[in-house]
């Protein structure tokens, strides 16, 4: 699972792709997601991914955008096989199978490559308000805590001879309370002595706090952006406009 | 000098408890000290520490009696905001006052906060960092700290806003022995390089005495022992209130009753003062 869902879990990276404007990146992906929308064959679909996959080797994150892939795989197999027995259309199945898996690849790509600081920019950006943002920065933040403190729970609870792999599904499913229940509790308290903090730091002191970082868009963001809008032009025209090319 | 806190006859009970957490208490402090508030657990360290920073009465609701003046200006009147300013605030986990995702976004993050502008904002987070000597962990994500680095981490953040008097609860808890000296000479450079007032709870005092003016002692919400670390520790009550007397001052205390002679010698605290003085004798 672990290994899965690296897929969407950003890791510092130093590539041309990683150091653009977050808000480059998140219409490159939001274009790419619509252009997997537009392909109507097989072929089409095909040169999308191949587009995307030869992104992510130039972001150097191919390997973990094949980790998404592969996970995604599962679900784009049970899409296929429902289809398939609803349309009995093999090529529309395949299709929608696959573009299932473009999907997330492109939305991956934005995340995999995009900090959490940066994330929060973009959030910015979006006029949410300030409390919204920073109840996702602080989400985000906790997450390596949260899950080492899980683990310590589940040895504690172990050690107190807990058989977290024993019985059947539900059985293990209610095995889990004693792991939840800690986690829980240790959240609580861990949240209050965020607020103490927070009221320490003067949150929420001026209705508009100003940001250390600002993110100015470079030349290197404008070309990408133009780059990625004539590209998507050319790709919805042809894909909307030109017959469907197919494969033989 | 001025006093940067005064206590003036102060109790205070939590909403749902039969007793005060603290009582009567009454404490003055001049700016430059660095005190040293000790107690067993429970007796309501943390609560007084609370009630300096304006936690206790804006966060909490309970029974509020006497008052505490910061800089001349009472917290019960001022805000949290103005408050924050003043006093700064590192609580026993360093872990739960991090909140951005790299070091100097989170030094920045009182100073974000208060709007403050961003270049200003840029050259107190920079002097921040160097004062902890910690410029090198700038672009660092939480995770990736020691214990020990997220105590400077969370430190710089307080000490960016520049307040006069530092509240310091229990910071050496969570740090190994070389770790936790560190801690305690950095705040001894602060105090002289910034004249920043700070009150410490710390169980380990061993580690503080050679740098504290002052050590005030607390049992059951009240205030039982103030004076120099020398005075205090050398009384007989200091350990029936549960304070770790230094190991030093329990050998000269042993020898005392002894040999009254090497009493003589000065009441000692630190290892280093027990050398020189067995080096005076032989000599």
């Not at chain 1, 274009?31 to 991914?49: D, K, N, P, Q």
């Amino acid at each position: 699972m672990m290994w899965l869902s690296g897929g969407f879990i950003f890791r510092r990276g130093d590539s041309f792709y990683h150091r653009l404007d977050p808000r480059a990146k998140l219409l490159n992906s939001v274009l790419m997601f619509v252009t997997t929308l537009l392909a109507r064959s097989i072929f089409e679909m095909v040169l999308v991914i191949v587009f995307m996959v030869g992104l992510s080797a130039a972001a150097t994150v191919l390997k973990r955008v094949a980790r998404t892939m592969a996970f995604t795989a599962l679900f784009s197999g049970f899409i296929f096989v429902v289809n398939v027995l609803f349309t009995r259309d093999l090529e529309t199945s395949v299709l929608y199978a696959i573009r299932f898996i473009a999907i997330v690849v492109s939305t991956s790509i934005f995340f995999i490559t995009t900090s959490p600081d940066e994330l929060e920019q973009v959030m910015k950006m979006f006029r949410l308000p300030r409390d919204v943002v920073f109840a996702f920065v602080t989400a985000v933040r906790f997450i390596p805590v949260m899950m080492l403190d899980t683990i310590q729970i589940m040895d504690a609870q172990k050690s107190r001879g807990l058989e977290l792999e024993k019985g059947n599904l539900i059985r293990r499913v209610r095995n889990m309370i004693p792991i939840l229940i800690p986690l829980v509790v240790n959240s609580v308290v861990r949240s209050g002595e965020l607020a103490e903090a927070m009221e320490a730091r003067a949150y929420g002191a001026v209705p508009r706090p100003t940001s250390l970082l600002v993110y100015r868009a470079r030349r290197a963001d404008v070309g990408v952006v133009c780059a990625a809008v004539v590209l998507f032009a050319i790709a919805a025209y042809s894909f909307y406009f030109v017959v469907p090319v197919r494969f033989p | 000098m001025a006093d940067i806190l005064k206590v003036e006859g102060l109790s205070f009970r939590y909403p749902d408890s039969p007793k005060n957490a603290v009582s009567d208490f009454e404490l003055s402090i001049p700016e430059g000290e660095i005190v040293v508030l000790a107690g067993p657990s429970g007796c309501g360290k943390s609560t007084l520490l609370r009630t300096v920073n304006g936690l206790i009465p804006h966060m909490y609701g309970g029974e509020y009696s006497g008052d505490v003046l910061v800089a001349g200006s009472s917290v019960k009147r001022s805000s949290m905001r103005d408050l924050a300013q003043t006093v700064g605030f590192l609580f026993q986990n360093p872990e739960n006052q991090i909140f951005m995702f790299s070091v100097e976004r989170d030094v920045a993050f009182g100073l974000e906060n208060l709007g403050v502008p961003r270049e200003e904002m840029r050259a107190r987070v920079d002097e921040a960092l160097r004062l902890l000597r910690i410029g090198d962990l700038a672009q660092r994500a939480p995770h990736e700290l020691s214990d020990g680095q997220k105590q400077r981490v969370a430190l710089a953040g307080v000490l960016a806003m520049r307040p006069k008097l530092v509240i310091l609860d229990e910071p050496t808890s969570l740090l190994d022995p070389k770790t936790a000296s560190e801690l305690v000479a950095l705040v001894a450079r602060l105090r002289k390089e910034l004249g920043t007032t700070f009150v410490v709870v710390e169980h380990r005092l061993d580690l503080l005495v050679g740098v504290a003016d002052r050590l005030v002692v607390m049992d059951g919400g009240r205030k039982v022992l103030e004076g120099t670390p020398r005075d205090v520790l050398f009384r007989d009550e200091a350990e029936a209130h549960g304070v770790a007397v230094p190991a030093v001052t329990k050998v000269q205390k042993l020898l005392a009753g002894r040999d009254a002679g090497r009493a003589a010698a000065g009441r000692l605290l630190t290892p280093s003062g027990l050398a020189s003085a067995v080096e005076g004798r032989q000599a």
